[in-house]
């Protein structure tokens, strides 16, 4: 049974792999929202898919949430990673600061041996101090970093979660619900057919920085999911998925 179980994860890979038109699908049993450990499982698969194309002296972008916390909590170090430099790729985002992408970035650093810079700046910013903080050289630096990093890994959401979660005002969750959103990434907001249809102003990576020569993953799992994994990947922004069987069963459910 044990093999059976196995095989039938691969096939889903296979075949999420085509219908998101992706380099990569990793689909680990279970599925997160029933079981807290499946999310320990997919950051388990992230890091040894970080492990297999660790190269020296790679710089590593992470976001914030839940999901990038089992990553972290699952890293270990490992031969061509102890020159890594670890940078947060967005501020808090409005998450509690265990969830922010500050702490995992640390935690991170420290397992892997590796070294890290952090971003110092108020989280989500008005549109005049995002102008200024830009300017700051110590902030321009490490904004530097981020921008040319090697790696992102970043975590994905249900909007309407995601956007209470973060104690989003009023007005923008207006805008969220009216514009239909169904899926979160990076403080952007994405409408099923994936258009942007809300942003949240923060410092660090934004999407059009996903373009160009770096490796993307994304790690979201949980059935729940399904619709903002698919909402996120219209465009095809990232080159790598690391999910859970909930997630992938419901998004290959219609096909
Ligand atoms: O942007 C999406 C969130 O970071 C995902 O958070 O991993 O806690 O579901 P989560």
Redesign the pocket.
Known sequence: PYMREVSGVKVLEDRLREKLKLESVIVVPGDSDESEWVKEEMGKACVTYLQSISGPGQTLAV??????ASVASRMTPSAGMEDWLFVPARGGLGERVE?QANTICVEMAKKAMGNYRLLYVPDPISEESYQNIIEEPSVKDVLGIIRSSDIVI????DALT?ANRRKTPDDQLAVIKERQAVG???GYYFSQSGEVVHKVRTVGLQLEDLEGDREVIAV?GGSS?ADAISSYFQPGKSSVLITDEGAAKELMRDT
């Open positions: 976001t914030g949430g839940t999901t990038m969830h970043h975590g994905l959401g995601m979160e990434a990076f979201a999911k």
